[in-house]
């Protein structure tokens, strides 16, 4: 009984030192290497979103510099609606 328990929790242990090692990789891509998503990509400066869509509306800064922008369909450019189908 002793021994089919140790090894259990033994292979429960390796088990889930495996799943916690798989979770570790991170990206190494850097921004210029983001791939683009409709038009749009991190690294982004405001006046190179603003080009792509002139009525997009951004919301106040918090205290870390971070805002937030909402996208609709009507903030792009005329005539490139479709390319968000």
């Given amino acids: 009984m002793k021994l089919t328990r140790l090894l259990l929790t033994t292979l429960l242990l390796l088990s889930g030192g495996t799943f916690i090692n ?3 990789t991170k ?4 921004i210029n290497q983001a791939p683009e998503l409709r038009g749009f990509r991190l690294g982004m400066t405001w006046e190179q979103v603003k080009n792509r869509a002139p009525r ?5 800064q918090d205290e870390f510099g971070h805002s937030k922008a909402t996208l609709y369909k009507r903030s792009l450019k005329e005539g490139e609606e479709e390319s968000f189908q």
């Fill in 56 to 60: 997009i509306e951004l919301g106040t």
């Fill in 22 to 24: 798989a979770q570790e």
């Fill in 27 to 30: 990206c190494t891509l850097k």
